[in-house]
């Protein structure tokens, strides 16, 4: 019976976890563009929690002296408006700050109701299978086979306009993801030895599903979460420009080029820089990501 | 088969008898889609009505806060539209009238909802397209361009530029687009599918229709151009490590022929199902194109639909968006089978 080892079950705790965290971050620190990414990222935190202290104006707060104002270096800019003013004479810098935390927010707060949820119903499917199984998969297969952003629109047409039913329609939206990574891991790890084992043990259902197989399925739903971050943010803010997300006067990046829009023409800066706001974030994500992909699993590919 | 004339015959030595069973392969495939098409269709139906049925507010509240109206005039709307009675016998009357093809009567439009979809599908189809086909062949041929020299200069600048263009936000690079090319340089028109009343026919339309999708295009396809660059160059540098590659370097074959019979040509079969399975995700991602360049497609009909609470063009434009990703996976398939014979062949047989 000594071949019923559990091999790769978390190694033992104290000594290793330390030494796991330095294996981690010396392959992290391989990839540069994901250690670039990695300090982008935390910046962007630090951005967003320092709000109130960093910005130089109030997010709302409107100069009805100083509409449309460009950014400083250009001709008519002034130094208090180091971006430029909107079409209401709000400071966009400020607002693009304040912006931050919506993002972050969204992201966080999307990823972790799909990963949860992912998780729970991805566990139960891949671990009892049968019928239960049939049928979960038939409805997140038509999930993902549905135009995500479609799908968006119709459940916030259900719930009402607004950033929480937003996020609430691309959670939804995104994780199917997690329930077929989480099945796909699940229906492979059950039949391990150290499953076996722990069944043999006595261990219950609940315990076999979350302490004895989940930790190590985690590898490949980090990497989904943090494609799933970015792709909560990108969501946001088209769902956001068609008006259908977060309602201004919310210094969120989408609608803020929602209601830029009309004045493109005027003024390229109320438009460029929201955008290229979203482009730093998603794209410092989507480098992490990476990273992480090939620091957890150098087998695991892009699918 | 007693048509077949000589050729024929010696055809049917060599090729003709794996080509027909090709065929047979393909036609079993369809069969069974087809089939496994119908429940999905049926929970698409009944899922999007219950869904919509649980939504606040229906489309005669909808016209009556727009256009007022009495109580009296409310309640004849609602058994005009056929809004009265129980969801149930609502659901299972839609669904008889689904099965004579009839998808009902759109509010906002006070027309069939099937012919407000059908007259919008074809520019959806056409945007989609264009941005398909640019995209796969622009992104699987910089893909083999990247890969073909893995860590070489143009490979890292090559991956370096992809990534930066899969963050952009498609809607966003649409409105840069147009401050370039139209407000800067004024090259290209600003929105619409074509200019209005210009009395074009033939080929000056045709050109007039893509100039004006120069734009919408180039937006909706960017992201999917950079999804397949990398994933072919994944697909490559994969590929590269296989023992046929070796191979075929020590039998002397040339670089180029390499590269494109041995290398390309297997990191290609990735390609094609991703095709298919982004075809959703186009088709999502056109709401927000077509909106920005208020193209009369489906996905700003969808948008016009969600803000007029009209449900049954709802539903019919759910039913039909399905229909298509259906469609557009089953040729994706079929492509596949007949590329790789080795997909679908179990799948044929049962």
């Known amino acids: ?303 | 088969m007693s048509g077949r004339t000589e050729g024929g015959a010696k055809e049917r030595g060599l090729s003709f008898r794996p080509k027909s069973y090709r065929m047979n392969r393909a036609l079993r495939l369809i069969r069974r889609r087809l089939l496994g098409a119908l429940p999905v269709l049926l929970i698409v139906v009944v899922g999007s009505f219950l869904l919509l049925e649980a939504a606040p507010g229906d489309a005669v509240d909808a016209y009556a806060v727009s256009l007022g109206g009495d109580a009296g005039m409310i309640a004849a709307l609602r058994e005009a539209w056929g809004l009265d009675g129980t969801p149930f016998a609502r659901l299972t009357a839609y669904l008889w009238s689904l099965l004579h093809l009839d998808l009902g009567q759109s509010v906002a439009f006070s027309r069939p909802v099937l012919d407000v979809v059908l007259e919008r599908l074809p520019n959806t189809l056409l945007l989609m397209g264009a941005a398909t086909a640019l995209s796969f062949a622009l992104g699987s041929a910089l893909g083999i361009v990247a890969g073909s020299r893995p860590g070489s200069f143009r490979d890292r600048f090559l991956s370096i530029g992809s990534l930066a263009l899969y963050a952009v936000p498609g809607f966003w690079l649409g409105l840069v687009l147009v401050v370039i090319f139209t407000v800067q340089l004024r090259w290209l028109p600003l929105s619409g599918m074509e200019t209005i009343a210009s009395g074009k026919t033939g080929f000056g339309r045709a050109l007039d229709i893509a100039r004006h999708l120069v734009l919408p295009v180039a937006s909706l396809g960017f992201l999917y151009l950079a999804l397949y660059l990398r994933m072919m160059r994944a697909g490559m540098a994969e590929v590269w490590r296989m023992d046929f590659v070796l191979a075929g370097r020590a039998r002397g074959l040339s670089r180029s022929r390499i590269v494109l019979r041995h290398v390309a040509r297997n990191a290609l079969l990735p390609l094609v199902t991703m095709l298919g399975l982004q075809s959703a995700g186009m088709l999502g991602g056109s709401v927000v194109i077509e909106s920005l360049f208020a193209i009369p497609g489906l996905g700003r009909l969808a948008q016009e639909a969600v803000g007029a609470r009209d449900t049954p063009l709802l539903i019919g434009i759910i039913l039909v968006s399905a229909v298509l990703v259906i469609a557009v996976n089953l040729l994706v398939d079929i492509a596949y089978a007949m590329l790789d014979p080795r997909v679908g062949a179990g799948e044929a047989q049962a």
Not at chain 1, 12 to 19: A, F, P
Not at chain 1, 151 to 169: D, E, F, K, R, T
Not at chain 1, 190 to 206: F, Q
Not at chain 1, 209 to 220: D, Q
Request: include cysteine; charged fraction near 15%.
């Open chain 1, 1 to 303: 019976m000594t071949h019923l080892s559990a091999e790769p079950i978390t190694p033992l705790k104290g000594v290793s976890r330390k030494e796991q965290l330095s294996e981690f971050w010396y392959y992290f620190s391989e990839n540069r563009g994901a250690v670039m990414g990695f300090w982008v990222f935390l910046l962007l935190v630090v951005v967003a929690l320092l709000a109130p202290v960093i910005a130089p104006h109030q997010p709302n707060e409107q100069f009805r002296d100083a509409v449309l104002v460009p950014p400083f270096w250009a001709e008519g800019g002034r130094l208090s408006f180091l971006l430029g003013t909107d079409q209401l004479g709000r400071d966009m810098l400020s607002r693009l700050i304040y912006g931050s935390r919506y993002s972050l927010f969204i992201g966080l707060v999307v990823t972790t109701v799909a990963l949860v949820g992912g998780i729970i119903i991805g566990l139960i499917a891949g671990y009892f299978r049968g019928w239960v199984d049939t049928v979960i998969m038939r409805v997140m297969d038509i999930i993902l086979a549905f135009p995500s952003l479609l799908l968006a629109l119709v459940l916030v047409a259900v719930l009402g306009p607004g950033l929480m039913n937003a996020m609430i329609a691309i959670a939804l939206v995104l994780q199917p993801h997690f329930v077929r990574l989480t099945r796909g891991a699940v229906m492979a790890e059950k039949s391990r030895d150290y499953v076996v084992a722990a069944k043999v043990a006595g261990a219950g259902h609940l315990r076999l599903m979350f302490r004895t197989i989940l930790p190590n399925c985690t590898a490949p739903l980090i990497v989904q979460a943090t494609l799933s971050f970015s792709n909560a943010i990108l969501d946001a803010a088209a769902l956001g420009f068609l008006g259908m997300g977060a309602q201004p006067p919310t210094p969120e990046w989408g609608t803020m080029l929602a209601e830029a829009r009309e004045f493109i023409l005027r003024a390229w800066w109320v438009v460029t820089f929201p955008g290229l706001a979203i482009l730093v974030t998603v794209l410092a994500i989507n480098l992490v990501g990476d990273g992480l992909r090939d620091a957890l699993d150098p087998k695991l590919k892009r699918s």
